[in-house]
């Protein structure tokens, strides 16, 4: 029998995809680089075995498919898509579909797109790292429209499910799905950085211990901060390490890593003028992170801050609580106003509140308040998350905390740089005279810029010149 889809590229992601197609019913394809690979997929694939064909040329993989054939690609993102798409070339029909279902730059899919590739092409950004390809993870398509319901039947049969509804939705044409993703990921970071900054407070301001952070960690699971990130943050500070007995936490390095989706988002957020300060400090850190001399140079030449904070100093459980309701809040405002903005200036009409509820289960962000974001975005996609009466009344409440924390991360040496910058955007979103004027008067002293004037005469300078 001949393959619903063919799949290359068996690492960590590509085999998990390739075992939840063949879970799901459809008969795939499998093509390595590494025979060798291939083999050892296809010999521990148990059951599922019987649903997998290996091949060990892409003539093989080719001649195992279905017409019209579908080929998903699950290889590094760039040059090795390029190349792939090449190798495949002169074996394919022009009907035949590629899809490109790694981490690409949403620009690549764009010019993939425009390049007129002698086959059809989907870029198809998926999300939930290993666990997700193979039980389930959200997916964002582009492409175009028909194109995508040639294989929609197989993306909603293998994706994750909320409300019995498949996480797996067309965003629009070319980089759309692969844009939306990167805007995912780019959450992700902004996620992770704020919990690791409360973390940060409580390990060095309060002086917890890891375990006793993973049990607060683990009880807001229980309530509105209820989300995958949240609940990995409490088992991770909870495990031990085998090796010493000491806290898994205490052990690791910290420095982290990054592929670039977090830093894509906020370079693209830069072109679009669409502000993510959030993502944008989250990316930073990470950064500064991975500056490990320099940090030991800083301290040894500034001192260690004061840190610890005691007394009235010491803010409570709840208050660290609502400050990272409150940043997260502000957070996906910005990741969403970024995607209205992207809609306007490629041309998309990229569906908020659809791509909340596609990131509500399978993915790394996947989070309760996504249900109510939805809503929110479904009464009025084209306002801003904060605007929304929900979202504004529970800012109301939970701002004053999130001011208290980023005050005494400033006073303390604590640093909580992607707390600060959400806060700092809501202060100039609440602000409706700002202080643009001096920017504007500045701007036409040295450069005769012009500016408009509040009382709307036509007067454009002022009077510096001589
Ligand atoms: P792995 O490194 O585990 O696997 C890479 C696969 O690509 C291997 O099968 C490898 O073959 C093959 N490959 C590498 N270079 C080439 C090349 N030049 N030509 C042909 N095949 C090649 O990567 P992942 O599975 O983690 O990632 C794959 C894609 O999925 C990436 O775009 C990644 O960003 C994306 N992604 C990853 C997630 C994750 O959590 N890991 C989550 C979401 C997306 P060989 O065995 O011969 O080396």
């Not at 059809?120 to 950004?125: A, E, P, T, V, Y």
């Not at 909320?162 to 844009?179: K, L, R, V």
Request: glycine share 10%; with cysteine; aromatic share 6%.
């Amino acid at each position: 029998t001949l393959a619903e889809i063919g799949l290359i590229g068996l690492g960590t992601m590509g085999a998990a995809l390739a075992l939840n197609i063949a879970e799901k019913g459809f008969p795939i394809a499998v093509f390595n680089r590494t025979t060798e690979v291939t083999r050892r997929f296809h010999a521990e694939a148990g059951a599922l075995a019987a649903n997998v064909i290996p091949t060990e040329s892409l003539a093989d993989l080719v001649a195992s498919l279905k017409r019209p054939r579908a080929i998903i690609l699950m290889v590094p993102a760039g040059q090795a898509v390029d190349d792939q798409i090449a190798a495949l070339a002169p074996l394919l029909d022009k009907d035949d579909l590629v899809i490109d279902a790694g981490n690409a730059n949403f620009h690549d899919t764009n010019r993939r797109a425009a390049a007129g590739l002698p086959m059809r092409f989907l870029g198809l950004g998926v999300s939930g790292g290993e666990e997700g390809a193979r039980h389930g993870p959200s997916i964002m398509g582009g492409g175009l429209k028909a194109d995508w319901d040639r294989v929609s039947h197989i993306l909603d049969a293998i994706s994750a499910r909320y409300q019995d509804i498949p996480c797996a939705t067309w965003m629009g044409e070319a980089g759309a799905g692969h844009f939306v993703k990167a805007v995912h990921n780019g959450i992700e970071y902004a996620d992770m950085q704020m919990i690791a900054e409360i973390y940060g407070i409580l390990r060095d301001g309060l002086g917890h211990t890891a375990g006793d952070i993973g049990a607060l960690f683990a009880a807001w699971n229980e309530g509105v901060l209820r989300s995958y990130l949240v609940e990995i943050s409490a088992a991770v500070s909870e495990a031990t390490d085998p090796a010493t007995g000491k806290p898994m936490l205490d052990v690791i390095l910290d420095s982290a890593g990054q592929k670039g989706t977090g830093r894509w988002t906020a370079i693209e957020a830069q072109h679009l003028a669409t502000p993510v300060p959030v993502i944008e400090a989250a990316v930073m850190a990470r950064n500064v992170s991975a500056r490990l001399d320099e940090r030991k140079a800083g301290e040894a030449r500034f001192g260690a801050a004061p840190k610890r904070l005691a007394g009235a100093d010491a803010p409570s459980a709840a208050t660290l609580e609502q400050a990272m309701i409150a940043g997260k809040i502000l957070c996906y405002a910005q990741g969403f106003a970024m995607i209205s903005a992207a809609s306007d200036s490629f041309g998309w009409s990229l569906p908020l509140p659809e791509i909340a509820r596609v990131w509500r289960a399978g993915c790394i962000i996947r989070s309760d308040m996504l249900n109510d974001m939805a809503s929110a975005l479904t009464e009025n996609p084209g306002r801003n998350l904060i605007l929304a009466p929900d979202f504004a009344a529970r800012l109301e409440a939970t701002i004053p905390a999130l001011r208290q924390v980023v005050a005494l991360g400033a006073l303390n040496g604590l640093p909580v740089p992607a707390l600060a910058s959400g806060l700092a955007w809501f202060d100039l979103m609440r602000t409706a005279r700002g202080t643009a004027n001096m920017i504007q008067a500045q701007r036409d002293f040295f450069g005769a810029h012009g500016f408009d004037r509040l009382d709307g005469r036509d007067i454009h300078h002022g009077p510096w010149g001589s």
